[in-house]
Structures are given as structure tokens and as C-alpha cells.
């Protein structure tokens, strides 16, 4: 548990500046994985995922006479895919972290001396009978340098069920007391720059968060498709580089079209414009560079005048309040949307 001392402590400077640690060189290279996202009937075909995932990662070394990438970015359920299962088969698909699957994972970026960056559902010892949705930052030397929650599900856009996975919002007094509340927006400092990683959508507050707190690069991973202006807006917004890993188009065996929310994935620069994006909905390594030298250099602390705002952020109720997986975890996508509604702090 976290010093209750220490609880409420936050990495974050009020001058404008932000921390960091110095970086490994000036200009790096960001590679953007669109990939399948193949739902296995059953868990033991996870392996097969797990098996082409790596390949990929070789393929991104291999595809021209460069360096490669200095990070590589896979979008959020590489290893275990997206179905619309029950929570046991979903926990059957989970994996742990560190993990079989880390192991292999980190012994390509051993390899290669690059991070690799990549999301999954996730089992915790520490948070038994949940699900979790966590993106993974694996270093060069095969260590994990960052494990970011996903902040919360969006609630109220799929017709008859709601998510069941387990967010930080889901539970986030425990999250707190377990974590300290600086780990409720995690920023990972690292020699290639502030990372902030995430699975949500469509929550601009979060990413502004990150920024005030130093994020330099968003990664931002999705599944079945995202909202290209959120994306971009994060970007622009806050001033700093924001990717997006989506998926490829899908394999014909699944229950879904292959094109089901494919293709997209792109990384933005602080003005919000394409640095570089997949031309098409295949399988893609997008490639840009991060001039994280001179944009350290100059930059700062979104520049936001918060004492305008403060009265009516200070009165805001939200929708949906905190924990409420913390005394019930649904066992469905079905169960979750039964167990939600009718709970809305709204008229």
C-alpha cells in the first residue's frame, strides 16, 4: 500500500515545466502496427496471435535499410482479440504482466534494443475476480517501464449491454489507495520522452491531464475503430504528438466484415496535422520521426485559464459515479448494462 503521506502527491510542476529524465538522442523513430485483430473461438489460439505479432515486430526491422523504429506501437488487443464473450471467457483470454507473453515480447526488444508498446486484457493478483484493459511499455533491455490502466470505459453507446472491464474509474478509491493518486494519470519518463498511454476515447480531460503533467507523446491504442478530430484535437490541444493504433482489416472467419472499423492509424504532430498515416485498411508499419530535442526545448504546460473554469468543473457531477465495480464485477456485456442502468446521477 501507498504512504497515505504520499497519496495525494503529484509528479506535476506549477511553473509551466514539467519532469523528465535526459533523452537517449534528439530525433527518434515512432512505428504504428495496424494489425488484425483476430478473436480466437477458442484461448489456445492466442498463441498463433502472439506468433504473428511477433513476426511483425521482426517484419518492422526488415522492411527497409534503416535503423527501425526506436519504439513500436501495437493497437489494443494484439495477443487475445475482441469478441463479444462473457467475463469467464474473457478472463480466459487474459494475460499476466510480467507473463509468458511479456517474456517473448521483451526478448524482441532485446533484440532489436527498441520499446515495444502494445495493449491486452489483463489479470492482476492483486485485483482478483477483474478483468483489466492495460497498455504495456516494454524497454530495449527487456524491462517493463509502464503498465497504464485504462482510465474509464465509455458508457451509454452500445445498444443493450455496457463494458465490464475493470477502468481506474471503475474502482478508483482502491486504485488510489493502492497506487497514490498520481497514479490515476500516468506519465512514463523515459530517455525518448514522456509517454501517456491509453485505450479511452472521446475524453479530452484525461489527455489534458497528461499534458499538465508533462506527456510529451500520446499513444493511444483502439479496437473496431476511433474518432479521427478526437485523436487529432489531442494532439492539437495540448500542443504535443499523439498516435493512434487501430486495427487492420479482420480475418473472414470472424463474426464481423472484414473491414469492420479498420484502418485509420496514423501519428499526429503538435498541430494536429498527419505526420504520417496508412494509405490503406491492410495490414500497415507506419512509420514518423519525433524531434523530441527541440520540442522539449520549446515547449510547455498546456496554457489554459483555469480560473475561468473552475466554478463550474468545481459543480459538475458526472454522469456515472466511481467504484461502482469495486462491490459488483458483471459477468457479461449484458449483466454490465443491466447492472448500470438505472444508475445515471442524470435526469
Known amino acids: 500500500m501507498t504512504d497515505p503521506a504520499e497519496s495525494t502527491a503529484l509528479t506535476q510542476d506549477t511553473d509551466g515545466g514539467y519532469p523528465t529524465v535526459p533523452l537517449a538522442?534528439?530525433?527518434?523513430?515512432?512505428?504504428?502496427?495496424?494489425?488484425?485483430?483476430?478473436?480466437t473461438p477458442d484461448p489456445s489460439g492466442m498463441k498463433a496471435n502472439l506468433d504473428h505479432?511477433?513476426?511483425?515486430?521482426?517484419?518492422?526491422?526488415?522492411?527497409?535499410?534503416?535503423?527501425?523504429?526506436?519504439?513500436?506501437?501495437?493497437?489494443?488487443?494484439?495477443?487475445?482479440?475482441?469478441?463479444?464473450?462473457?467475463?469467464?471467457?474473457?478472463?480466459r483470454r487474459c494475460i499476466e504482466i510480467p507473463g509468458e507473453e511479456t517474456e517473448l515480447i521483451a526478448a524482441k526488444a532485446r533484440q532489436y534494443k527498441c520499446y515495444i508498446a502494445f495493449g491486452a486484457y489483463v489479470r492482476d493478483p492483486d485485483w482478483p475476480g477483474h478483468v483489466l484493459s492495460i497498455t504495456t511499455l516494454i524497454g530495449p533491455d527487456g524491462e517493463i517501464v509502464a503498465k497504464h490502466w485504462k482510465a474509464r470505459n465509455v458508457k451509454g453507446v452500445f445498444s443493450g449491454f455496457e463494458l465490464f472491464t475493470t477502468t481506474v474509474y471503475d474502482v478508483l478509491d482502491e486504485y488510489v489507495e493502492k497506487y497514490g493518486q498520481d497514479a490515476v494519470v500516468p506519465v512514463a519518463r523515459t530517455p525518448l520522452g514522456n509517454i501517456s498511454m491509453s485505450s479511452t476515447q472521446l475524453e479530452p480531460e484525461l489527455f489534458r491531464a497528461a499534458a499538465i503533467k508533462g506527456a510529451e507523446v500520446f499513444l493511444r491504442t483502439a479496437s473496431g475503430s476511433f474518432t479521427e478530430i478526437d485523436v487529432r484535437a489531442s494532439a492539437l490541444h495540448n500542443r504535443v504528438y499523439c498516435a493512434i493504433a487501430n486495427n487492420s482489416v479482420l480475418s473472414a472467419e470472424t463474426n464481423y466484415f472484414e473491414d469492420t472499423g479498420a484502418g485509420g492509424t496514423a501519428i499526429y504532430g503538435p498541430d494536429g496535422m498527419a505526420i504520417a498515416a496508412a494509405d490503406s485498411k491492410f495490414e500497415k508499419l507506419v512509420l514518423g520521426q519525433i524531434p523530441i530535442a527541440s520540442f522539449r526545448a520549446r515547449h510547455r504546460q498546456p496554457d489554459i485559464h483555469w480560473d475561468l473554469y473552475r466554478p463550474v468543473f468545481e459543480r459538475y457531477r458526472s454522469r456515472f459515479e466511481p467504484n461502482l465495480y469495486t462491490p459488483y464485477q458483471p459477468v457479461s456485456l449484458e449483466d454490465a448494462g443491466a447492472y448500470l442502468n438505472g444508475r445515471s446521477r442524470w435526469r
Do not use: Y
Not at 513476426?55 to 493497437?75: K, R, T
Open 25 to 39: 538522442k534528439d530525433v527518434w523513430t515512432l512505428g504504428v502496427v495496424q494489425s488484425r485483430v483476430h478473436p
Open 53 to 91: 505479432m511477433l513476426h511483425l515486430i521482426d517484419n518492422s526491422f526488415h522492411v527497409g535499410f534503416g535503423p527501425g523504429p526506436d519504439l513500436l506501437f501495437f493497437h489494443e488487443f494484439p495477443i487475445s482479440g475482441w469478441d463479444r464473450w462473457t467475463k469467464a471467457e474473457t478472463e
